[in-house]
């Protein structure tokens, strides 16, 4: 059982460009999430979404930034004319329906350089 | 809002030797999850522990162990017979309705 794959590894833009960041949560799991994490911090959640429904964003910030999970293929991080500031780790986690725990099985990152 | 925190930017522990990293969790929800996470230089998010706030037992996994104490808002990690493959980030978190909320993260270094 694959576990939670995160492609690309390292992504590099320059200002203004678009990064799309894709993340396959494990088999069986329907509940997604991504995080980012800023150079010496923690990471900091941004959108949790099922299939075809955002369930809540409230760590978007307000532009430029877009997930998707449509009912085929994997979630899509969309950051759109990015910014320096943009430059950070993105970790996507899964989980499974139902998990009482909110268990969340993270992915190795995609880290996105913006010159 | 929940937060979590954690005082300790960095530690170091000799090998062999025991360490506790402190965290305190701050939250209005009455049943909810605690967690340690490792993140080693691959960066990498490895779970280490999980801690049920309903609970009473304090959760143990071979070498770690947490010490939830609840009313203070208080959940350490001990790391006993530290490793060298131990250095790593450790952040401590916590569920909050349907997302994790994560500390800053302590910078745990094992020095042989």
């Known amino acids: 059982n694959a576990g939670v794959m995160q492609n690309p590894r390292h992504l590099v833009r320059r200002r203004g460009q678009e990064a799309r960041l894709r993340c396959s949560p494990m088999?069986?799991?329907?509940?997604v999430y991504w995080y980012r994490q800023l150079p010496e911090e923690g990471l900091k959640f941004m959108v949790y979404?099922?299939?075809?429904?955002?369930?809540?964003e409230s760590g978007m910030p307000k532009e430029r930034f877009s997930a998707e999970f449509p009912k085929e293929g994997p979630s899509i991080l969309r950051i759109q004319q990015v910014v320096r500031g943009d430059s950070a780790a993105y970790f996507c986690?899964?989980?499974?329906?139902?998990?009482?725990?909110?268990?969340?099985?993270f992915g190795p990152g995609t880290r996105l350089t913006v010159l | 809002a929940q937060t979590v925190t954690q005082s300790q930017p960095e530690m170091s522990v000799q090998e062999a030797e025991t360490v506790t990293l402190s965290c305190t969790y701050d939250t209005s929800e009455s049943n909810y999850y605690l967690f340690w996470y490792k993140q080693p230089p691959s960066r990498q998010m490895i779970l280490v522990i999980r801690?049920?706030?309903?609970?009473?037992q304090n959760a143990t996994e071979n070498r770690f162990s947490v010490n939830f104490q609840k009313a203070a808002k208080s959940f350490s990690l001990k790391i006993s017979d530290s490793q060298l493959g131990d250095t790593a980030m450790y952040f401590c978190a916590g569920t909050s309705y349907d997302k994790v909320i994560f500390g800053p993260g302590t910078s745990l270094s094992v020095i042989p």
């Open positions: 979404l099922q299939k075809e429904n955002i369930i809540d």
């Open positions: 801690q049920e706030a309903y609970k009473q």
């Open positions: 088999k069986g799991h329907s509940h």
């Open positions: 986690a899964s989980s499974p329906p139902l998990a009482q725990s909110n268990e969340q099985f």
